[in-house]
């Protein structure tokens, strides 16, 4: 389902779509995630099992208050914008990070963290992440498991 032109600016909109549509999984850019847990209408989306966000950082405080505001599952993915592609995944969850992280490679994709010298980034702690053409301060590796 598409929302009506220039619905997907209008979190109160969203909200009553997606609950008399019965929508289960949504995607968003995190700013307009952002509007939309704000939007009072929004708790009323108890259909919404599923919630997909890609396109630019996801604060960790979008992520606390997307929690409390819904019992969704949320996807953080990434890829770089020069590529138009997700390229990692991540299952956000309440797990004392304080960041959240881009997650791993999707299938048939390898991802690499490099140091300022192009030299594999062997830390386990969290690392800027630069594509050919963008630099992403914000983003972070997931680490090891």
Same mark, same amino acid.
């Given at each position: 389902?598409?929302?009506?032109? =220039?619905?997907?600016?209008?979190?109160? +909109?969203?909200?009553?779509?997606?609950?008399?549509?019965?929508?289960?999984?949504?995607?968003?850019?995190?700013?307009? &995630?952002?509007?939309?847990?704000?939007?009072?209408?929004?708790?009323?989306?108890? =259909? %919404?099992?599923?919630?997909?966000?890609?396109?630019?950082? %996801?604060? +960790?405080d &979008?992520?606390? *208050?997307?929690?409390?505001? &819904?019992?969704?599952? %949320?996807? #953080? %993915? +990434?890829?770089?914008?020069?590529?138009?592609?997700?390229?990692?995944?991540?299952?956000?969850?309440?797990?004392?990070?304080?960041?959240?992280?881009? =997650?791993?490679?999707?299938? #048939?994709?390898?991802?690499?963290? &490099?140091?300022? *010298? =192009?030299?594999? +980034?062997?830390?386990?702690?969290?690392?800027?992440?630069?594509?050919?053409?963008?630099?992403?301060?914000t983003?972070?590796?997931?680490?090891?498991?």
């Amino acid at each position: 389902m598409h929302a009506r032109p =220039g619905g997907h600016r209008d979190p109160a +909109y969203l909200a009553r779509l997606v609950s008399a549509e019965r929508i289960t999984t949504a995607h968003f850019v995190p700013s307009m &995630l952002q509007a939309f847990v704000e939007e009072p209408l929004a708790r009323g989306c108890t =259909g %919404l099992t599923r919630v997909i966000c890609s396109g630019e950082a %996801l604060p +960790y405080d &979008l992520q606390t *208050r997307f929690f409390s505001v &819904l019992g969704a599952e %949320l996807h #953080n %993915l +990434y890829g770089p914008t020069e590529a138009a592609v997700d390229v990692t995944a991540w299952r956000c969850r309440d797990d004392g990070r304080t960041v959240v992280p881009i =997650g791993r490679p999707i299938a #048939n994709m390898q991802t690499h963290v &490099l140091d300022r *010298r =192009g030299h594999p +980034y062997r830390s386990a702690s969290p690392a800027s992440c630069t594509s050919a053409a963008w630099d992403w301060p914000t983003a972070t590796t997931a680490g090891p498991t």
